[in-house]
């Protein structure tokens, strides 16, 4: 069976602390992809990986930065949380060249 | 750019009602079509999908056919159930490699006993 777990599945910070959200999947994907989920905006594409150490940005990079130092963990780093940043984060992995991701349960960021 | 649009929900419905949610996107080229579903408190999970013009994708008893005429891709289901409750996803991807999904807002189904 696939899997893709995250780290929490909730979190609270406090505006300008560094928050580190890990995934990990255990499928051999090559593709890992990390994105935000707010109510009538969908799902946003933060950053997405194609291979160890190599990332691209997504449609809203901005305030995020990951981490791919192995082909199954992704990272995402909020280097200072700031309030606009709560939000339901959402990691997914796919096959290269199949198109079906596989998402983790998410994660719930609360940041004060 | 490549967008998805879906109705707006929330949709609410009495148990073994007819389910349409309707989805038009605009791409260049010839993506594929998916429907995610939401259930409360988990990940998305792949519903049904369809990889060119005409393709129906089918899953549990929802269906969806990809329209290239009408741009549209519209999830339907004949009876539906109260566990069919959920967020729905249309999505496409975008064609060029890295498997990029471009997502709808999400419709909101409500099936009540």
């Known amino acids: 069976d696939v899997k893709v777990t995250q780290s929490s599945r909730y979190l609270v910070k406090r505006t300008g602390e560094k928050v580190f959200l890990e995934c990990v999947q255990d499928m051999d994907h090559e593709n890992m992809f990390w994105y935000r989920q707010d109510p009538g905006l969908g799902l946003r594409l933060i950053y997405f990986?194609?291979?160890?150490?190599?990332?691209e940005k997504g449609d809203i990079p901005e305030g995020y930065s990951v981490s791919r130092e192995k082909k199954e963990r992704f990272s995402l780093i909020l280097e200072s949380a700031s309030t606009n940043q709560t939000s339901m984060y959402l990691c997914a992995s796919s096959k290269t060249n199949l198109e079906t991701q596989y998402f983790g349960p998410g994660t719930r960021l609360l940041v004060l | 750019g490549d967008s998805v649009t879906q109705m707006e929900g929330p949709v609410t419905l009495s148990e073994e009602a007819f389910l349409t949610i309707n989805c038009t996107y605009t791409?260049?080229?010839?993506?594929?079509l998916f429907w995610y579903v939401q259930y409360p408190g988990e990940g998305l999970q792949l519903l049904l999908k369809a990889t060119k013009a005409d393709d129906k994708g089918s899953n549990k008893g929802f269906e969806a056919t990809y329209r290239k005429e009408t741009t549209s891709f519209h999830l339907e289901k004949g009876s539906v159930q109260v566990s069919d409750s959920a967020v729905y996803f249309c999505a496409l991807a975008v064609s060029g490699g890295y498997n990029k999904l471009i997502f709808g807002a999400g419709t909101r189904l409500a099936v009540h006993p």
């Open positions: 791409a260049t080229g010839y993506p594929s």
């Open positions: 990986s194609y291979d160890v150490k190599m990332k």
